[in-house]
């Protein structure tokens, strides 16, 4: 079974579309993350979630 560690954002409501998409563009090319969720709320803000593997190393003999 995998596990993952998740991340959650606060997009305030004044964050265009177009900043929201670059910021989470950063987070998944330099910190491998990819989105679970995206919430849009009526006022305008968002949550995101997003989530990677959690990669465990195991021994060798």
């Known amino acids: 079974m995998l596990d993952y560690s998740y991340l959650d954002l606060y997009l305030p409501r ?3 579309r177009e900043v929201a998409r670059q910021i989470m563009t950063e987070h ?3 910190g491998d ?3 679970e969720r995206l919430r849009l709320y009526p006022d305008g803000s968002r949550r995101v979630r997003l989530r ?3 990669i ?3 021994r060798t003999l």
């Open 33 to 35: 993350w990819e989105l």
């Open 14 to 16: 004044g964050t265009t």
């Open 52 to 54: 990677r593997k959690i």
């Open 28 to 30: 998944a090319e330099y």
């Open 56 to 58: 465990k190393a195991s």
